[in-house]
């Protein structure tokens, strides 16, 4: 950015050396001559220095960063400051081309000395303005200045209008007086031209209108990042070199937050590839998606209200949807408090899958999240062994059991075991036999209180 700012800064303090010798040249061939046309080149060249003298003012302001009073830089400053350019450039335009309405009806027609002077001037100017306006054209596309487009296309409409100029000092030559008072409305008219090309273009960038198409693009490759569900809105400011975008996505609202946050930094990754020069903010809106099953919706409400529930059940009753499940609330908190609170989860479902519809919760108390205690020595684990090992016998679907090992807490015994079952079995009859197998051990020692079973696959 800042070795942007300099080349800037270079081409602006070049550009007002160029303006500056031209327009001396300009004038002084056009008073030994008397061409209107010159002289209005030379008002034009005048204005051209004030102008580029302007945009080296802008640039300095604006390459200042952001602060509390300008929360998006000062880039609108080199838009400002090619608007004034605009307004030097219609008053001169409409000054040459009343002018030469008054020299063309007869008024103070003036004879015009096609001098050597006039043509070196001109030449001198053509070949001036060419390499600026094709170096200015190319800085002001690599650095995105507003400022400097608007210098590139001074130096095209001084190019043309030299030439013009040019043309008509050679039909001077020839005989022809008021070829040079045609030549100076030719000067007003490209003038004009490049004034209001140039106002249309600011104005658009202080009215803050998107760059054309950018919009378009800015959406399809939000629009192609997985997990988008929907692009809301696309909104894109210009301001100097850089554009500012806000862009609003929908996602399924029962993404996890952790997944919201690599959606929206994937958004700004394909952006910035995009379009490197806008700076986005995303903004993620969740929303229900018609594919949700009744277990997503009611396990997001409790997630919202940070409610440990489980055993969900949904049934269809006579034409009544019926949902039942396990609420998990603090053991040392007062029924009352914790049926309130089954209460407000009931209505919330009821809320949201809507009216006619059963909720029952029943409260259990939270298991403790972390027991002290020590392990067994292993000649008081090896009976759980075999307790284990008799138990999974019954169905023969468990086998191999193993990594036994036998904790004791102050709130019992804490048993946890692996095993293994066919890969090719259900979840739910894996399940099934695993519980078979903990009611054995349960059984055979009334004091196991948590027994924590996991099946895997014999390959594993």
């Known amino acids: 950015m800042t070795e942007n700012h300099d080349l800037k800064e270079k081409a602006a303090l070049a550009s007002i050396a160029a303006s500056a010798l031209l327009t001396l ?18 008002g034009h060249g005048l204005l051209d220095t004030g102008a580029t003298i302007l945009t080296y003012f802008a640039i300095r302001v604006s390459g200042k ?3 509390d009073e300008h929360h998006y830089g000062h880039g609108k400053v080199e838009a400002v400051a090619a608007l004034a350019e605009t307004g030097l450039l219609i008053v001169l335009a409409a000054a040459v081309f009343v002018e030469a309405l008054r020299r ?4 103070a027609a003036e004879q015009v000395d096609a001098s050597w002077v006039a043509f070196a001037v001109l030449i001198v100017s053509i070949a001036v303005d060419l390499v600026r306006w094709r170096s200015l054209t190319k800085i002001s596309i690599d650095t995105k200045s507003d400022a400097l487009a608007a210098d590139a296309l001074h130096f095209s409409s001084d190019l043309v209008a030299s030439v013009c100029v040019l043309l008509g000092l050679v039909a001077t030559r020839f005989g022809y007086q008021q070829g040079d008072t045609f030549a100076a409305i030719a000067v007003a008219l490209f003038i004009g031209i490049a004034g209001y090309r140039l106002g249309r273009r600011t104005i658009d960038t202080l009215v803050d209108a998107a760059p054309r198409g950018l919009a378009e693009r800015v959406r399809a490759s939000t629009e192609s990042i997985a997990g988008v569900v929907a692009v809301e809105s696309v909104r894109l400011r210009p301001a100097g070199a850089d554009v500012f975008g806000e862009i609003s ?8 937050l952790e997944k919201v946050a690599l959606v929206k930094a994937a958004v700004s990754r394909a952006i910035a590839d995009e379009a490197p020069e806008i700076s986005a903010t995303v903004t993620a809106n969740p929303v229900a998606l018609d594919d949700e ?3 997503e919706r009611v396990l997001l409400i409790s997630a919202r209200r940070r409610l440990a529930v489980h055993h969900v059940t949904v049934q269809e009753i006579d034409g009544v949807r019926s949902v ?8 040392a908190m007062s029924h009352g408090q914790a049926h309130d609170i089954a209460t407000a989860l009931e209505n919330a479902i009821e809320a949201e899958l809507g009216g006619g519809i059963e909720v029952e919760t029943h409260i259990e108390p939270m298991e403790a999240s972390e027991l002290t205690g020590r ?4 000649e008081q684990i090896a009976p759980f062994e075999a ?16 990594n036994v090992r036998v904790r004791e807490t102050a709130g019992g015994l804490v048993v946890n075991y692996h095993c293994h079952a066919d890969p090719g079995l259900t979840v739910d009859a894996v399940h099934a036999a695993v519980d078979a197998v903990d009611h054995g051990l349960r059984a055979a020692f009334p004091r196991v209180t948590r027994i924590v079973g996991h099946a895997e696959p014999p390959e594993s």
């Open 104 to 107: 063309l009806s007869g008024h």
């Open 249 to 256: 996505i929908a996602v399924p609202r029962t993404m996890p």
């Open 324 to 331: 039942s499940l396990d609420l998990e609330l603090d053991g």
């Open 25 to 42: 040249g300009k004038l002084g061939a056009g008073l030994l001559t008397g061409s209107l046309a010159l002289l209005s080149e030379a």
């Open 387 to 402: 307790a284990l090992a008799a138990a999974a016998l019954g169905d023969g679907k468990i086998t191999h059991v193993h």
């Open 375 to 378: 392990d067994l020595p292993p």
């Open 293 to 295: 099953s009744v277990l």
């Open 65 to 67: 960063p952001a602060d």
